[in-house]
């Protein structure tokens, strides 16, 4: 299984981006994937998650009114569309995948066994 992970990059606050992340094989369809993040010297936090099959959605409270999740079947490819960057949400954007599919502990991060090499997103002031 491989996790490939894009779009990063230096960014204005206010702008946007979106996240790519593209699963090879591996049958994602049955998958719970994720998105967690990781600031220089802090933890990492849990972002955003989609349960492939069923199309549910969670986005942390933090950045929920600004990040959508989604995916697109034919691609493989799970998305994080970030509008409204901030300078706080500079940090390292790995996706996950969790191939038991455990939907209601999606935000553990321990739940998933496939991690993608990350992205990084630095938004200026």
């Known amino acids: 299984v491989q996790l490939q992970a894009s779009g990063g990059g230096l960014v204005q606050a206010g702008d946007s981006l979106r996240l790519s992340c593209t699963a090879s094989?591996?049958?994602?369809?049955?998958?719970?994937m994720g998105w967690f993040r990781q600031a220089p010297g802090k933890e990492r936090e849990f972002v955003a998650s989609i349960d492939w099959s069923a199309g549910l959605t969670y986005v942390t409270g933090l950045v929920r009114d600004r990040f959508t999740i989604s995916r697109d079947d034919g691609k493989n490819t799970m998305y994080l569309q970030m509008n409204s960057l901030k300078p706080d949400d500079t940090a390292n954007y790995y996706c996950?995948?969790?191939?038991?599919?455990?939907?209601?502990?999606?935000?553990?991060?321990?739940?998933?066994?496939?991690w993608g090499q990350g992205t990084q997103v630095t938004v200026s002031s």
């Open positions: 996950a995948a969790d191939p038991s599919g455990r939907w209601r502990t999606s935000r553990r991060g321990s739940n998933y066994d496939y």
């Open positions: 094989g591996h049958n994602i369809k049955t998958s719970v």
